[in-house]
C-alpha cells in the first residue's frame, strides 16, 4: 500500500513547489521509495512501500514515451494474466511489467473506461497532456482512499487530506454533518469529508477533470436482478472454492514474507487453508498470527484458543499469539497519530497494533485479512424466512419447518414461520428492504435514549437526521422481491462500511504491512451476490456457502460450529 498525491492547475499556470510539499507531509507512507514528476501545469507523486515483486523493480510516476501520458498509482492489479495479453505486452516477462504500467496501457487501450476492466485494489491517477485531461479511478469497495479539492484554478488529490492542506490556500474549515454522523456510530455517506473544502471520491467511481470540467461517475455496480444458476447444489460450493482460491493466491503475490489471520472461524481460517495448499507461495514463507485472551484469567467468555489450536494440529504453520494493548485506545501511537485526518471511532486497532508489530519483526509485509467475509462468502441475511414466505415458496418453508426438527411441536415450528408477518417491522423491511436504513434513522431520531455522545439538539440543528434519511434511503426497484439480496447490496455499496474500516489500517504502512482482503474481491463479491439465498441460509444452516467449502479444509470443529468468540474482555476492562 504505497501513496499518492498531485495537482493540475486548470487555469494553464505552471506549477512550482506544492508537490513537494504534498510529498513531505506522506513521508510516514513510502519507507522504499520517492517519485515525483512535474510538467508545466501538472505534478504527480508517489511514495512507495514495496509488496509484490514487480513493485521493487517499477518506478513512479511512470511515464509513456509515445503518448507523454504519466501514472501515479497506489495499486496491486490482479488480473495481470488476462491483461497482459489483451494489451499487447506478452512479448516481455511478466515480471517485468509492474501494475502502474498495466493501467496506464489499460487507459492507453480503453480510455476512461480502463478501470471496468481492472480487478485488484487500486486508486490512481493518469495525466494526459495531449487531452489536457487528468483521469482518477478507485477500486470497487474503496480499499485504497483518494480525496481530492476542486475549484475553477486548480485540482488536488492525495491519499490523505493533509496533502491536500499542504499544497497551500485551501479553506479548512470543519463539515458538522460528517462529524456528527461519526459521533452517532454511523458509517460515511456519498463523498463528504470532515472538511467542506475536500470530497472523496466514491468507492467504484472514476472523475475526469478537462476543459469541459469536473465530472464524477460510477463505473462498477451490483445488479439486483443478476443470479447464478448452476446444475447442482455442490457446483455453488464448488464455484466459491475456485474464485475464492483465485482470491487468496493473488493475495499472496508478495516478495517478502506473508501473514494471515487465524481466527478459530470461518472466514480467515480458510482463507490461511487455502493459501497453505494453493500452491501460489512456498509454505515457510507463511505465517499465522491470532488474537487471544492471556492465560490464568477470569475472562467472561471463552477464548478461541481450542479452535485455533485444532487447526494446528492438522496444519502445522510458523503461528504466533497476539494480545490485545487497549491502552492504545486512550493514547494513540505516532505512527497511527500520523495517518489521522478525521474523526476514527474504530476500536479494532488495539488488537491490530500489537498483531502488525508481531508481523514485522517475522518479516511480514502482507496480511491476509478475513474482513468482508460476513458480507460476501458467508453472508447470513436477515430474514430468510420472510423472504421464502413473500416469495411464496412453499418447498423451501417445508424444508424450513422439518429443519426445526421433530423434538418441536408442529405449533412451535408453524408459529416460528407466522411470527415475520404478525410483526409489523419485521414486515416492513422488504419494502425499505433492508433493516440497516431503519436503524440508522431511528438511532438518529432519538439519541439521548441510545447514549450517544452527540446532543440531540445539535443533530436537529445541523439537520443530521434529513441528512441520513436522504444519502442512505435504499434505491433498488422491486427490492421486495428479494430483501436478502438488496441487504446485500446495500451494506456492501450504499455505505462505506468496508472502505472506512480498510482506511483506518493506513497507519499499517508505517509498520511497512499491507493488510489484504480476498473476501472483498470483485470476482468473490459479484458471486456471492448474485447465487440464490438459499445458497447462504436454508434448512436452518447459515453461513452455508461458506461453510460447505471450509469443510473441505478445516477440521469439523471449526467448519460445523455456529458461534463465535471474541476479545471483548480486553476492550471491555480497559
Not at 514487480?54 to 488476462?82: F, H, K, L, M, Q
Not at 445458497?535 to 463465535?564: E, F, M, N, T, W
Request: net charge neutral; with cysteine.
Amino acid at each position: 500500500m504505497s501513496s499518492i498525491c498531485g495537482l493540475v492547475h486548470r487555469d494553464g499556470r505552471p506549477v512550482a513547489g506544492g508537490l513537494q510539499r504534498m510529498i513531505a507531509v506522506l513521508s510516514h507512507w513510502g519507507p522504499d521509495a520517492t517519485g515525483a514528476w512535474e510538467e508545466g501545469d501538472a505534478a504527480l507523486g508517489h511514495l512507495a512501500l514495496w509488496t509484490t515483486p514487480e513493485a521493487v523493480r517499477e518506478r513512479c510516476p511512470w511515464r509513456e514515451p509515445a503518448s507523454g501520458i504519466v501514472v501515479t498509482a497506489d495499486a496491486r492489479i490482479d488480473n495481470r494474466d488476462d491483461l497482459i495479453p489483451a494489451l499487447g505486452l506478452g512479448g516481455r516477462p511478466a515480471a517485468a511489467i509492474g501494475d502502474v504500467e498495466l493501467i496506464g496501457h489499460a487507459y492507453l487501450a480503453w480510455g476512461t473506461a480502463c478501470a471496468e476492466r481492472l480487478i485488484g485494489d487500486f486508486a490512481f491517477a493518469i495525466w494526459d497532456a495531449r487531452a489536457k485531461r487528468l483521469f482518477c479511478a478507485r477500486d470497487p469497495v474503496g480499499m485504497r482512499p483518494f480525496f481530492y479539492f476542486a475549484d475553477a484554478r486548480r485540482f488536488l488529490f492525495g491519499t490523505e487530506i493533509k496533502a491536500i492542506f499542504a499544497a497551500g490556500d485551501v479553506a479548512r474549515e470543519l463539515n458538522d454533518l460528517p462529524i456528527a454522523a461519526a459521533l452517532a456510530g454511523l458509517p460515511t455517506f456519498d463523498d463528504q469529508t470532515a472538511f467542506k473544502s475536500i470530497r472523496a471520491l466514491e468507492p467504484a467511481s472514476a472523475l475526469c477533470v478537462d476543459e469541459r470540467g469536473l465530472r464524477v461517475w460510477k463505473y462498477w455496480r451490483l445488479e439486483l436482478g443478476r443470479e447464478i444458476r448452476l446444475r447442482r447444489d455442490e457446483d455453488y460450493a464448488d464455484a466459491m472454492e475456485e474464485i475464492l482460491r483465485r482470491a487468496v493466491n493473488a493475495r499472496l503475490r508478495s516478495h517478502a514474507r506473508v501473514g494471515c489471520l487465524l481466527s478459530g472461524g470461518l472466514d480467515a481460517t480458510t482463507c490461511l487453508a487455502l493459501a497453505m495448499r494453493g500452491g501460489a507461495i512456498a509454505p515457510d514463507r507463511l505465517s499465522a498470527f491470532s488474537w487471544a485472551l492471556r492465560e490464568n484469567d477470569d475472562w467472561w467468555i471463552a477464548d478461541e484458543r481450542p479452535f485455533i489450536e485444532a487447526f494446528l494440529r492438522e496444519n502445522p504453520i510458523d503461528h504466533t499469539y497476539v494480545f490485545g494493548d487497549p491502552s492504545v485506545l486512550f493514547d494513540l501511537p505516532p505512527e497511527m497519530r500520523r495517518h489521522q485526518d478525521v474523526p476514527e471511532s474504530r476500536v479494532d486497532h488495539y488488537q491490530m497494533i500489537p498483531t502488525v508489530i508481531a508481523a514485522r519483526a517475522k518479516g511480514v509485509r502482507v496480511l491476509l485479512h478475513g474482513a468482508g467475509g460476513d458480507e460476501t462468502a458467508s453472508y447470513g441475511g436477515p430474514d430468510y424466512v420472510l423472504s421464502r414466505l413473500l416469495a411464496g415458496d412453499v418447498a423451501a418453508l417445508l424444508v424450513e419447518i422439518a429443519a426445526r426438527g421433530p423434538q418441536t411441536t408442529f405449533w412451535w415450528r408453524t408459529k416460528t414461520l407466522l411470527r415475520p408477518l404478525l410483526d409489523p417491522a419485521r414486515l416492513r423491511m422488504p419494502f425499505q428492504y433492508q433493516q440497516l436504513y431503519g436503524r440508522r434513522c431511528e438511532r438518529v431520531a432519538d439519541l439521548s435514549e441510545l447514549g450517544i455522545p452527540l446532543p440531540a439538539a445539535l443533530a436537529k440543528e445541523i439537520g443530521l437526521e434529513s441528512y441520513v434519511r436522504e444519502v442512505s434511503r435504499p434505491r433498488l426497484r422491486g427490492a421486495w422481491l428479494n430483501p436478502l439480496r438488496a441487504h446485500q447490496i446495500y451494506a456492501l455499496t450504499q455505505t462505506h462500511v468496508m472502505s472506512d474500516q480498510v482506511a483506518a489500517w493506513g497507519y499499517q504502512t508505517s509498520y511497512g504491512i499491507e493488510s489484504r482482503c480476498p473476501y472483498l474481491d470483485r470476482r468473490v463479491i459479484e458471486f456471492a451476490v448474485a447465487v440464490p439465498e438459499q445458497q447462504h441460509r436454508c434448512a436452518g444452516v447459515s453461513r452455508r456457502l461458506l461453510r460447505r467449502v471450509a469443510a473441505r479444509y478445516l477440521p469439523a470443529k471449526i467448519a460445523g460450529r455456529d458461534d463465535k468468540s471474541s476479545t471483548a474482555p480486553d476492550l471491555g476492562r480497559a
